[in-house]
């Protein structure tokens, strides 16, 4: 009787609170409601029924509705391990920097690592766990060329945008190595690789060569002071009449341009190399010609941090003549081959295959263009003018 009365006053509370749900729980519904209690009390025994449905119905009503719950966990927690440091981009970046610096990696290699993944890291001010495939493939399909017109700048080279990815890969397989990422840890398989385009070698003409030499030593009024661009003379000599990379001439010393003796010669050290091979390359007659008023015994050729800039920024602009990606380096081999007929030669000044040359510069140019093009030197008049020697046909 006692234990009826017990029952009675129950339901009576129960009514009273509006708790009529509860007086209709089946055999079944009872189950359910102590197995769910168990489970709850095994992981946290003062969380109360109510909070965690309410909870667990919050966040699965924000989830798609083929996702579960339990999916969205294992992709969080793939994403911040439990253990790991979190570590944020610039760290990590930071910290290979640093690495590769104290292991005696080349100046070019560390300004490259630095340059890149430097404007990844500004890009992506987050924790290193937390960046996916996709913002990755999104972030290099989105860099452009640099251009001071908006409508002048282009997307990448495929090739370019797969050397970003390939120093990305580097961050990512260096953050696995350091404990900051689990060692399954593979954003980057998903980043697609840029289909690489060949493209039509384009090569710039003797005449077009000439008004570019002649915009270095035209004098502009730029910021109410006149100036001209004769500092990229040697570059411009270099890069056409000896076919090295923008990056190659950047880094060259005086020390290693040969002017005197029986042999001219510049000389590419492997530290230098895109191919980190040792490679000499003739200096012709007319490419002395323009080196020796600017030559020194020792010291940097270019002290412009992006001469490149000042070509298509600049020289391209104030000579009318259209820019051409690679133009002076792919000219220089192009005339090069038709004067000298031996791709095995010009290959190993170029720094490139004999395959390569053989395929995209053979029959090229004419060899009538070609002469003119080594022709090509300044007239010796004042101390302080250079003016050009301008062909007939110019």
């Not at 946290?44 to 909070?51: C, E, Q, R």
């Not at 760290?91 to 404007?119: F, H, M, N, P, Q």
């Not at 007659?285 to 080196?291: F, K, T």
């Not at 940097?300 to 380096?329: C, M, T």
Request: one cysteine or more.
């Amino acid at each position: 009787m006692t234990k009826a009365r017990g029952e009675a006053q129950l339901i009576a509370i129960k009514l009273a609170n509006g708790e009529t749900e509860a007086l209709k729980l089946t055999g079944s519904d009872r189950a359910d409601y102590v197995r769910a209690m168990q489970k709850l009390r095994a992981w946290k025994p003062a969380v109360d029924l109510n909070l965690a449905i309410t909870d667990y119905v919050a966040a699965a009503r924000r989830l798609p509705e083929h996702v579960s719950l339990s999916e969205a966990i294992e992709f969080y927690l793939k994403r911040h391990p439990i253990g790991l440091p979190p570590k944020t981009v610039r760290e990590v970046v930071d910290e290979l920097i640093a690495s590769k610096a104290s292991a005696g990696k080349s100046d070019v290699y560390i300004k490259d690592l630095t340059l890149r993944l430097g404007a990844f890291a500004n890009n992506f001010q987050l924790r290193i766990s937390s960046v996916s495939g996709k913002q990755i493939e999104e972030y290099i399909r989105g860099l452009k060329t640099l251009g001071r017109d908006e409508k002048q700048r282009r997307q990448l080279s495929g090739r370019t945008q797969n050397n970003i990815r390939r120093l990305v890969s580097t961050l990512f397989k260096f953050a696995i190595k350091r404990g900051y990422l689990p060692k399954d840890h593979d954003e980057i398989s998903g980043v697609e690789k840029a289909t690489v385009d060949s493209g039509e070698i384009e090569v710039f003409s003797p005449a077009e060569l000439q008004k570019l030499f002649a915009a270095c030593q035209t004098p502009v009024k730029e910021r109410g002071k006149w100036r001209t661009r004769e500092e990229m003379i040697p570059y411009l000599a270099i890069a056409a009449f000896c076919g090295l990379r923008a990056a190659e001439i950047m880094r060259l010393d005086w020390s290693e341009i040969h002017l005197v003796g029986s042999e001219r010669f510049v000389e590419i050290k492997a530290g230098n190399a895109k191919t980190a091979s040792r490679r000499t390359v003739p200096i012709t007659d007319n490419c002395a010609a323009w080196l020796e008023r600017y030559a020194k015994s020792s010291g940097p050729v270019i002290n412009l941090s992006r001469a490149d800039k000042q070509l298509f920024l600049y020289l391209a602009e104030k000579s009318g003549v259209p820019w051409k990606h690679n133009g002076l380096r792919h000219s220089f081999i192009s005339y090069r081959l038709a004067v000298i007929k031996d791709v095995g030669q010009v290959s190993l000044e170029a720094g490139n295959s004999p395959g390569m040359v053989f395929k995209h510069y053979r029959q090229l140019v004419r060899e009538s263009e070609a002469q003119e093009w080594f022709a090509i030197q300044p007239l010796k008049q004042a101390d302080n003018v250079i003016p050009l020697q301008i062909a007939a046909n110019g």
